[in-house]
């Protein structure tokens, strides 16, 4: 048996749990803490019974949660090395030292080296002569109770090689978005295949042949291209949205599900549908057109994840 249960999908956070009859795993942490648990009640999912936190890049819809669940649940956390470096980069507070400050620190090294030459103490004067900043006031400034990059285990993997966590055999798969080293992955267990592919600009060669032979697939449908050309987004946000390391739009999606989709799916879970730039029918629809040459009797059922609550869980 394995169940994948999208507990949020969305610009606003992303996270689900993907669980054999003997481990479960979190992709992704993409809202609060509070609210991860909260959905993982309402899903049904015991947020204790969780063996690892997966993230598959450090944007911040993927991340918000993860270092307060990942302490609060003591569990470790499995990425690859230059996304770990990007989030603790992006988490860590970090002062600089202005001109104005500097001036202020020389001037004190001034005042320090005169008084102690007055009083005769030449040692303390030769150190207050030093020019150079102290090296910790380029350091990452600490936080007020705790460093927030904190995390009670790492666990680094590279895409293309895969590992397991418990009965879980994962393999995570390189996908185009802009961010430092994103990825998607497929979970198999029992001989059941499951996989996590949002947050893709365009489908390339590597994650076409990855998503072969899925049981339960979770896909990117972000948005109408023409909602997402009228629609509120500056022009440089659109050309985000549209480019190879940006979204899948309805339109790719459904171009990959007609010509290079297997057919093999029991569901297709579309997913990071944008509240601004979409239509959950539309996306529907699309997809739905899209299989029409794949049997439907037992396979190929089109289900829509939701922003603002979990899905009901998927078991196979």
Known sequence: MMRMTVLASGSKGNSTVISSSRTRVLVDAGLS??????????AGEDPTTLDAILITHEHIDHVAGLAVLARRLNIPVYLTEPTHRAWVRMVTPRTTMTYTKWLDHVQQEKEARAAAVAQGNLNIAAEASSDQAPADLCEPAPAAKSNPAHLPAVEYFHSGTSFSIGDLDITPFTIPHDAADPCGFVFAAEGIRMAVATDLGYMPPNVKAALKRIDALLLESNHDLEMLRDGPYPWSVKQRVLSRV???????TAEFLSTDYDGNASYIVLGHLSESNNAP???????????????????????LAMQSAPLEPITL
């Open 281 to 303: 029918e539309l996306a529907r629809i699309a997809a739905e057109q899209a299989l029409a040459n794949h049997p439907k009797l037992l396979g190929n059922r089109v289900v």
């Open 246 to 252: 940006g979204h899948l739009s309805n339109h790719a």
């Open 33 to 42: 803490c509070r609210e991860l648990l909260k959905r993982m009640a309402l």
